[in-house]
Every structure is written in structure tokens, then in C-alpha cells.
């Protein structure tokens, strides 16, 4: 199974939850994250905290968004009424046959969205 992580589970490595460590100790070799991700994690980053959060990032490839991913992602929000970042997460992950791993349970419920993983409470 492959993965695109969205900011929250990499945020929550970077503040030491275990269950985050533990995710990406065990999955980050099938693992990528996209634009969103990347602006997310660095936009939330104190000053001196940025190069080593970089260094993290860029563990992982990196998906873009070009306007297939873009038409999907509003396509998604007329449907959804999802915020911008989250319909772009979710077109990318669809569009490349993978699953979406976040914390964000309120818009992204796996009952209803099969393509979501939900990989820990905290």
C-alpha cells in the first residue's frame, strides 16, 4: 500500500507523538507527501526549526498539483464543501491510486471516504 501523508502526522513526529514515530518508522518507504504538506509543516515552523524540518520533508517525493489535480480538487469541493488544502490532498491522493493518511477525521471520515486512513488518535 502506498500513502500520502498530509501536514498532521508529520507535525505530530516533529512534536514527539509516538504513534506518529511509529507510522512513519513503519511506513515511510511507501510514503509521499505533496505541495500542501510541504507548506503546511514549514508555514507552522519557528526560525530555527526550518532547515531541520526541510531536511525531513525532503525524505519524502513530493507530488504537484497541475490542472487535472486542480479540476479534480474543485470538482471535490462542490461535492464535499472542503477547504482548498484538503480537496487538493484528496484529488491527489485519488488521482495517484493512493491512500490519504490525516488526523482530520471531522472532513475525511473512512466510513465514508475509503481511500482515508486514520492511522492513530491522540
Not at 69 to 78: D, E, G, M, N, V
Amino acid at each position: 500500500m502506498r500513502f500520502l501523508l498530509d501536514s498532521t502526522v508529520l507535525i505530530d513526529h516533529l512534536n514527539g507523538i509516538d504513534q506518529a514515530e511509529d507510522f512513519l518508522r513503519t511506513n515511510a518507504g511507501e510514503s509521499c507527501i505533496s505541495v500542501i504538506t510541504v507548506n503546511e509543516v514549514l508555514a507552522g515552523s519557528e526560525s530555527d526549526a526550518i532547515l531541520g524540518h526541510e531536511l525531513l520533508l525532503d525524505q519524502f517525493a513530493c507530488l504537484s498539483v497541475d490542472k487535472l489535480t486542480a479540476k479534480a480538487s474543485a470538482a471535490l469541493r462542490r461535492r464535499h464543501r472542503w477547504k482548498l488544502a484538503d480537496s487538493i490532498q484528496a484529488a491527489l491522493a485519488l488521482g495517484n491510486g493512493l491512500k490519504l493518511v490525516t488526523r482530520n477525521h471531522r472532513d475525511f471520515k473512512p466510513s465514508k471516504h475509503p481511500f482515508i486512513i486514520i492511522p492513530y488518535g491522540v
